[in-house]
């Protein structure tokens, strides 16, 4: 890999690292801002349009290598198949859980009136939440293998394995 693609796949990944440091962030200190729920409704959409902003760059990443443009989608689609399901589980399980917890608590902010649902909704989310770092952490790291760059005989030996 030459000194121009390291350093492009470095700021990339520091990008993608800011943006789930980001996540983490609203995950973890969110709740702080229900108070006003104006900026709880901002952070929850900057939060929502830095999570397709991180599964954009990770499909753009995924479409310059060589792979993809040689026609072998299925190499890739086998390889990052969990973490593509699990970026779009996550996204849509935030966006829900965005919306119902405004929803909860626009009219009286600082009132503590979570149904058995919305709890359950939480749950599920985090839960995913850990998945969806691990797996997109892990995705950003291994896109960036020379590998996937270059015709060799590692993307041969992958081809007679389909």
Request: positive net charge; charged residues 10%; proline residues 2%.
């Amino acid at each position: 890999m030459s000194v121009l693609t390291a350093n492009k796949y470095t700021t990339i990944i520091i990008g993608q690292y800011l943006i789930l440091l980001f996540d983490i962030c609203v995950n973890s200190f969110g709740s702080f801002a229900r108070q006003y729920p104006i900026n709880l409704l901002v952070l929850y959409i900057i939060q929502d349009f830095c999570l397709i902003i991180g599964f954009t760059i990770l499909l753009v990443n995924f479409f310059s290598t060589y792979i993809f443009q040689a026609g072998l989608i299925q190499l890739l689609y086998i390889r990052f198949r969990m973490t593509l399901v699990i970026c779009i589980l996550y996204l849509v399980l935030s966006i829900i859980l965005h919306t119902w917890h405004i929803t909860l608590h626009w009219s009286n902010p600082l009132t503590h009136n979570w149904t058995k649902g919305f709890h359950a909704l939480y749950a599920v989310h985090r839960i995913v939440a850990v998945f969806y770092y691990y797996f997109y952490k892990r995705a950003a790291l291994k896109i960036a293998d020379p590998r996937l760059y270059e015709g060799s005989s590692w993307v041969e030996k992958q081809l007679s394995l389909l």
